[in-house]
C-alpha cells in the first residue's frame, strides 16, 4: 500500500553530521505514522525516533541526546532524519518504516511497511 526508500546514508567521521530522508509512494505519506530504527551486524533492530502522521508528535529514543532530529514534509511524501554529532556507535544500517493506526510506535513490531535501509558509517 505504500513503498518506502530512504537514502542519505554514507561514511563520515565522529562529530560529522548526515541528513536520511525516507520517500513514500503509493499512498499519501500524511496517513502514516513513522519511525526510524537501525540494526548493526548480529544484533536486534532498534527503535531511533518516529513522527506521527502529522508531525505534532515526535519522540526519540533515550541514546539520541538530543542529537537527531525528525521532521516530515508530508507535501513531498519525506520524512528526515537529521543526525549530529555522530559517534562511531552510531554505526548501523538505518530503516524507515510506516504504521497507519494510532499513535507513533516504539516497537518494530508494531511497524507494518519498511524501505531497504540506508548504511550510515561513523569512523573515529
Known amino acids: 500500500q505504500v513503498q518506502l526508500v530512504e537514502s542519505g546514508g554514507g561514511l563520515v567521521q565522529a562529530g560529522g553530521s548526515l541528513r536520511l530522508s525516507c520517500a513514500a509512494s503509493g499512498r499519501p505519506f500524511s496517513d502514516y505514522n513513522v519511525g526510524w530504527f537501525r540494526q548493526s551486524p548480529g544484533q536486534e533492530r532498534e527503535f531511533v525516533g518516529g513522527t506521527s502522521w502529522n508531525g505534532l508528535r515526535t519522540i526519540y529514543e533515550h541514546f539520541v541526546e538530543g542529537r537527531f532530529t525528525i521532521s516530515r514534509d508530508n507535501a513531498n511524501n519525506t520524512v528526515y532524519l537529521q543526525m549530529s554529532n555522530l559517534i562511531p556507535e552510531d554505526t548501523a544500517t538505518y530503516y524507515c518504516?510506516?504504521?497507519?493506526?494510532?499513535?507513533?510506535?516504539?516497537?518494530?513490531?508494531?511497524?507494518?511497511?519498511w524501505g531497504q535501509g540506508t548504511q550510515v558509517t561513523v569512523s573515529s
Open positions: 518504516a510506516a504504521d497507519r493506526w494510532g499513535v507513533v510506535k516504539t516497537e518494530s513490531s508494531q511497524y507494518e511497511y
